[in-house]
């Protein structure tokens, strides 16, 4: 099976949406073994939601739609589509009395535009809505099937999941499963050349290289009729791939650097504490957005002045005057000064010049330096973060916070 994610409403055509539900829904599909070959986008025009509607069932054997099964005049899914398979408008009675309830329970008059959302294309499965109050549809005609969803993601998440994904797996014979191997400190090229031989010579389990944000992301994904079977088969492919790439793989089935140290911290009972100046915060951020980082994140600071950095964490006016704040003295110092501070077992820094200005030809602009300091363990890092026109101070900040990160945990991981 094939399908095609067609979303409707002007408001994503303008910008003003962004279109997290065809994210959302490729990802779900792509799991069940049904491919997604293309992603349309109309806005709320019934005769270009009916150009579009019959451009996707003439390529796809599942077309999902999501948006305009509102109460409003231009809200047009339903009828377009009822049009469009020769079907009438009937009243679903349960989704009335669902509406009616809606509106009783808050105390609220239900206005007659309302009752439009009862209204389904005859002989329709209809998808209860558990957080709002348009059901989905479903339509089989022939060897094609189109499914209406709600245009709220949190409406369209918990329907797909409670109610279309059930209705869909008797669709598919197989699976999709994929593991995540998470890379820092070597780019998409080089992995690819490392492993190009696996990469062509597989076809079942699949190896694929993604580029993120300062790292790459290597995917294994297999089909099979099982999720067991699934992850059996890619288990040799893991085990072939791992040495090779050992020395950048921060973590497997993880979303990013700060979720792999947290864990890490969590399992091994470390505690780390932050002193940052050019990233003003974004490691600490990084840290707390992670569910249970109060257990081993103590706390940081933000210090941008050299008074600053001599009054919160001991930064010696010595040090400062002789090497100046952009230095591997003091970000030394800093790691050690905010460890002294907390009580934590390690100490983590950042100083560097994020620009446009203020670089020289000794300390450029995206010079940084980091430390990690811990009890009879010190370690400093420099780099040089530069691409060209594209590098911007954001770009330099959000790169270091990143290789902080990652020295960060190598240096707990190392100690351990």
Not at 83 to 102: A, C, G, T
Not at 218 to 226: M, N
Not at 322 to 327: D, E, H, K, Q
Not at 332 to 356: K, V
Request: charged share 20%.
């Amino acid at each position: 099976m094939n399908a095609e994610i067609l979303c409707i409403g002007t408001e994503l055509l303008l910008g003003n949406i962004v279109n997290t539900n065809a994210a959302y829904l490729s990802e779900q599909l792509a799991r069940l073994g049904i491919n997604v070959y293309h992603h349309t986008v109309v806005g709320d025009n019934a005769q270009r939601l009916q150009e579009a509607l019959q451009i996707a069932v003439n390529r796809a054997d599942l077309v999902i739609m999501t948006g305009g099964l509102g109460p409003t005049y231009d809200d047009l899914s339903k009828e377009t589509v009822s049009k469009y398979f020769n079907r009438q408008m009937v009243l679903h009675q349960p989704s009335f009395e669902k509406l009616q309830e809606f509106y009783a329970l808050r105390g609220v008059k239900m206005q007659p535009n309302n009752e439009k959302q009862a209204y389904q294309p005859e002989g329709a499965v209809v998808f209860t809505n558990h957080s709002g109050t348009a059901p989905g549809i479903a339509i089989e005609e022939g060897d094609k099937i189109a499914i209406m969803l709600p245009g709220p993601p949190r409406e369209l998440k918990l329907m797909f999941e409670s109610e279309v994904l059930p209705y869909l797996q008797k669709f598919s014979d197989h699976i999709i499963v994929s593991r995540d191997l998470r890379l820092f400190g070597i780019g998409e090229s080089q992995v690819e050349t490392m492993l190009r031989d696996i990469m062509t010579g597989s076809s079942n389990p699949t190896l694929a290289p993604y580029a993120k944000e300062g790292e790459v992301m290597l995917r294994i994904t297999a089909s099979a009729p099982t999720e067991a079977e699934g992850y059996a088969m890619m288990q040799p492919m893991m085990e072939q791939i791992q040495p090779v790439i050992e020395p950048y793989l921060y973590g497997v089935d993880v979303p990013d650097l700060q979720t792999a140290l947290v864990n890490y911290l969590l399992e091994h009972n470390i505690t780390v504490a932050t002193a940052e100046s050019c990233t003003g915060g974004l490691i600490s951020k990084s840290i707390t957005d992670v569910a249970g980082c109060s257990s081993v994140y103590p706390g940081g600071v933000c210090s941008y002045s050299n008074e600053m950095k001599m009054k919160w964490l001991d930064v010696k006016k010595e040090t400062l005057d002789a090497y100046g704040a952009v230095s591997e003295q003091t970000a030394l110092e800093m790691a050690q000064g905010i460890r002294n501070a907390t009580g934590a077992d390690f100490g983590l820094s950042t100083t560097g010049i994020a620009g446009p200005g203020g670089g020289s030809e000794e300390k450029p602009v995206g010079l940084v330096y980091m430390a990690v300091a811990g009890e009879n363990y010190q370690q400093v890092k420099k780099v040089i973060i530069r691409y060209g026109e594209q590098t911007s101070r954001e770009m330099i900040r959000q790169r270091s916070a990143k290789h902080a990160l990652h020295l960060l945990l190598q240096a707990v991981k190392t100690k351990e």
